[in-house]
């Protein structure tokens, strides 16, 4: 070993003394890695046992699931992120909401020619559970605004708006800011609005009412009664759900070959 | 006995009796009050007029509208001496009023009280299976059911509150190794970097360095995406190559049966798709909509193909175009909107629709 200057020594004890620090640090997190692969596995087996006692009440009890939500957002734990988490595998909790996506997704494309692809929540549970047949678990409001939060993320432009006390679900990718929103809100009561309602109640300009009604005319969300007695008005099909559409028939079913 | 556990609402005289339990035997209605079982109202079938549906609406549940006969003098007490009211109304707060609505017709029709004593056990034609038609029976049987799924219940309760105790432990201790990660300022291997991910993703946290859930990037998306390159590669051919996110979500859940992949494994299997040189790829529109096409499949060209199209019809929208073509109404759109983009089609927006014409500024200046 040659020797070295007083300058160079303590840079290269620094160096080392580093170096050292480095490697400690390294070991620092693998030990704890190391606890966390261990409690992982001792936390599964609790899961396990609990679910080989409680499985069947997640699939039956909307109470329990609703529950069972609440305590894993409070901690910090999103159970339905991932189909190989444990709570899916072992809970079976991921397997009841994705297929429950899927269903949701079924039944807003096999109505979005007559609403435009806005529904109630409450419609949208009627219509699942029809699709769902009469022995098949309980489906919750609850239930499927879970379902839908996770559905938002493929990017089909599914939301959820809050209309007086109830949810309208969106399912088309039409872009619906806070006018449109309101507007929707205002016309929840009766189903329709009107230009005049719209001056009255929010008090807006003219125009401004004429410009969100015409973008929801033009997404196929809203219908115009041009013959209606004072003044036109403007009907949500999504908030009467015996209207029919008269525009032919419904899209076929995603994932089925098309004709 | 049915038994309809959904009931609400009993709305009896305008004053309502909520969250209860509604039961039909072959003699009587009875609303028994969830929370106190002591609690119980009935009316025998044999004082029903008819009965009517209120179908649901926005904000009012589904209901049974029970009309009476005016009650006997010798009848037995009940919450109200007397009422104005001719009729009971029942309200389901989530579902069960189809199915209650025709067997309460049923035993209306039958008229079964008239040829059955109540308390009675009868046996029934069946050797060998003895069926207590009784109430009293029936209640008891209930009452036994409803103790033991009660204490299911609280102690389901229980074990979930211990469960998640254990769970928060996780949640902090993935917080500590996440402050570590971030002091060291990524001293942490790649190999361990994958391993904390995989935790992550076990337990559903979301990933504290990166915040997205878990990241991308896990061993499990890997494998999840080469696994849907070879499922998806012939239903992308029978759909001109392309499908949306949605319905790629819907084809494989649909196939799978169980074990099915959440929304959030699919977007971030196909994120990877195209590092991994896999033949498809994940494309996003400028609308947010999210599709995979064939790596073969060139979307620019089909606007080619879409100009002539609507050339020979003069001018389409997207529904037009989506029956024409046989595509989704969706992706329909997007290819419009496309070319348009690319200045090959304009739009004329009028409150009747989006209609699409060829750009004539551009092919005849």
Redesign the interface.
Known sequence: MHRRGVGAGAIARKKLTEAKY?ER??V???D??A???K??E???T??EA?AS??KQ?IRK??E?RL??QD??A????????????????MLGV??FY??L??QI??VCLAL?HRNGGLI?L?ELQ?QV?KGRG?FAQ?V?QDDLLRAIK????????FGIIPV???FLVQS??AELNMDHTVVLQLA?KK?FVTVGEIRTSLKWETERAKQVL?HL??E?MAW?DAQAPAEPQFWFPA?FPELHGQ?GAP?A???N??? | TKHCPLLGLLLLCRVKFDSGVLLLSTHRLIWRDQKNHECCIAVPLSQIVFIEEQAAGIGKSAKIVVHLHPASSNKDPGPFQSSKYSYVKLSFKEHGQIEFYRRLSEEITQRRWESMPTGQAIRSPLPGRIRAVGIVGIERKLEEKRKETDKNISEAFEDLSKLMEKAKEMVELSKSIANKIKEKQGDITEDETIRFKSYLLSMGIANPVTRETYGSGTQYHMQLAKQLAGILQTPLEERGGIMSLTEVYCLVNRARGLELLSPEDLVNACKMLESLKLPLRLRIFDSGVMVIELQSHNEEEMVAAALETVSEKGSLTADEFAKLVGMSVLLAKERLLLAEKMGHLCRDDSVEGLRFYPNLFLTQS
């Open positions: 480095k640090g390294t620092l997190a693998e704890q890695l606890q966390m692969s409690q992982l001792t936390f599964r609790h899961l609990f006692k409680h009440e009890s909307p329990f529950q069972f305590m894993c409070t901690i910090g734990v999103d159970p339905l992120a991932s189909g190989k988490g444990f709570w899916a595998e991921g397997d994705y297929e996506g899927v997704i079924e979005k109630t409450e009627q559970l009469k309980d919750s996770k559905l938002k993320v493929l990017g089909n432009g007086g006390g109830t088309v990718p929840e189903g015409d005319l033009r196929g115009l908030l525009d899209e079913a995603p994932g070959a098309e004709p």
